[in-house]
């Protein structure tokens, strides 16, 4: 099998080799729809950028269906924490050219009706996720371990096996523009 830094750069070619508008909405779709979701009082969301599946209609959303919404922010020695947002405007470019709160926002009440939307490159069927490398959500969730997480794929990116470590979190479901995915059930 190969390394990982090696399926990084390919399954990031082959990303934005899929990338469209119509993939995109199909999963932010089926995302919208899923029961998990839709019983959540908190949401702790990516801002996508680059070849990401696209989270801003997402967003959108869900802050008009009333869902309390978190971002993430990158801080010292790979530790991320998540602020609340009212607004999308909210938003400023951070260190890492993503679209991150600002640190004074307070910081959302994590409970059983928390869902975490995990960003990744590739994943397989039972929930094994092929990161960025940084190690920021696997640090978040080992920390939160009741928070329920879905990662948004394309479904070519859902693959039999990754190299995956002891520290590699799992998500308990994948959304991508064809399936739902139950990864831990």
Not at 97 to 119: H, K, M, R
Not at 156 to 163: G, K, S, T, W
């Amino acid at each position: 099998m190969k390394d990982k830094k090696t399926l990084r750069k390919e399954f990031s070619a082959l990303r934005k080799e899929l990338k469209s508008q119509s993939l995109d909405a199909a999963i932010a779709e089926k995302l919208l729809s899923a029961e998990r979701l839709r019983q959540a009082d908190t949401v702790l969301l990516y801002a996508s950028f680059g070849s990401e599946v696209d989270t801003w209609k997402t967003a959108e959303a869900l802050l008009f269906a009333g869902k309390k919404l978190a971002f993430p922010k990158c801080g010292e020695n790979r530790h991320m924490t998540f602020h609340t947002v009212t607004s999308l405007s909210q938003l400023k470019e951070g260190k890492y050219g993503i679209s991150e709160p600002d640190s004074a926002l307070p910081q959302p009440i994590i409970n059983e009706y928390t869902v975490c939307i995990v960003p990744g490159l590739a994943f397989t069927p039972d929930g094994g996720r092929l990161g960025y490398g940084g190690g920021f959500y696997d640090r978040f969730l080992a920390d939160n371990p009741g928070i329920y997480t879905i990662a948004l794929a394309f479904d070519a990116m859902i693959v039999d096996e990754l190299p995956l470590s002891a520290h590699d979190l799992k998500v308990d479901s994948i959304v991508t523009e064809e399936r739902m995915v139950l990864c831990n059930e």
